[in-house]
């Protein structure tokens, strides 16, 4: 196989988004747009990729990280500029450079991949990937000859009214023989209605020299969709989610309604599994199979094993068991680990703690930076006392321990194995195994009291109205 390298166009700042962050680093499906590109033409086996940058984008540059080699683009003077910057790094280099911008999210690694083989198989010296739009408002139009070949693409500000009227568009997409490309782009000029160094003037540049110059047709042209606006920002999210939901489904996950199930596109689920609406699931969340997520869920960046149910609940960082549960309206903080077969309620808040094996907290409930046993209850009610308004403290409940109801455990304290806490106890000392721990005031009745109490304001009323 060719030599492969990708040139990735990431430097224009995106005015149109009217935005403070660079327009290649708003997510798409929870993912910055480049990397979304520079994911596939890794996959679609680029050796080398050079991403080129604009002045401040140091957040292009440390979220991609050492995937990619970068160039400096100082000043947006176009994208035939724009890929000139990359001379330093691949002049003179044997092979075929692909052109992709940073800016169009949907393209699959399979696209990239049949544009490099098609241009290879083909001996051309440059291949665009261009595609069918009924509405080609915007994009470069590609203008073919009498005899169909592929002569140049006229810009949409530079176009005559018969070319404007073409529906195949430039996708932003190319191949090119690496050594033309070099030499062609020292030819292109700024003479057009942007007084920009356009790079699709490499293809009428190459044409008049008599080199091969063709166009590889991508099918679906929703593929190619350019994201220079919020619009079209919130047209690529939607097409993305409908593409990583049907991959879900045909991995047999159930959906319940698909067009209301948000699901970012590095997340994991395993099969019959079923998400009902309003379900967003992102980051590196990995969900096992058999499970029931149930309307209104939020998890992030968290472990769900095989058989959970969660219901209207929210999971950050943190890691549930098979068969463990939780919700509605709980609430897991980073690195809380639900141990299999936990019954976590409603209400309850949970945050950097490990509850052990088929222990059960199910009703309003506080548990923090706490490490508690197997078989455990905690009843309704339950406070953690970690915060002494400066530093946070730990706390430790052994196996079967029964906390009563409305119970504090001021940390840091401990709770021995096979122990009872009685409702309403405030607990500051430790309770050793096997005890019953009573931290309250003993109740007190006061016999007859309330009419004794009616009687005393009845005596007061008659006196005052002698
Ligand atoms: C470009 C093409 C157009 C094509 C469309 C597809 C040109 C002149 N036009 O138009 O034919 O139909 O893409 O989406 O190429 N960039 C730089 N440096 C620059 C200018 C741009 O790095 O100096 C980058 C941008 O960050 C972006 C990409 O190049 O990722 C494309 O630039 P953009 O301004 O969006 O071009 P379009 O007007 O969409
Ligand atoms: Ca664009």
Redesign the pocket.
Known sequence: MNQRYAVV????Q?TRMKSKLY??MHPVAGKPMVGHVVEQAEKAQADQIVT?V?VGAETVQSYLGDRCDYVL?EE????A??VLQAKEVLEGKEGTTMVV????PLLTAETLDSVYRFHEEKGAKATILSAHSEDPT???RIIRGANGEVEK?V?QKDATPEEAAVKE????TYCFDNRALFEALAQVGNDNAQG?Y???DVIEILKKQNEVVTAFQLEDQDD?L?V?DRVALSQAERLMRERINKKHMKNGVTLIDPAATYIESDVVIGSDTVVEPGVYLKGDTVIGEDCLIQAHSVIVDSTIGNGVTITSSTIEQSVMGDGSDIGPNSHLRPQSVLKEGVHVGNFVEVKKSTIGRHSKAGHLTYIGDAEIGEHVNLGCGTVFVNYDGKKKHKTVVKDNAFIGCNTNLIAPVTVEADTYIAAGSTITDDVPEDALAIARARQVNKEGYVSKRLQKAEERQSESQK
């Open positions: 166009l990431a430097a224009g995106g327009k290649v080129i604009g683009q947006q003077l176009g994208t500029h724009a911008c940073g800016d169009t915007g994009y470069g693409i810009e568009i430039n996708t932003g920009e356009y790079l699709p190619a350019g220079n």
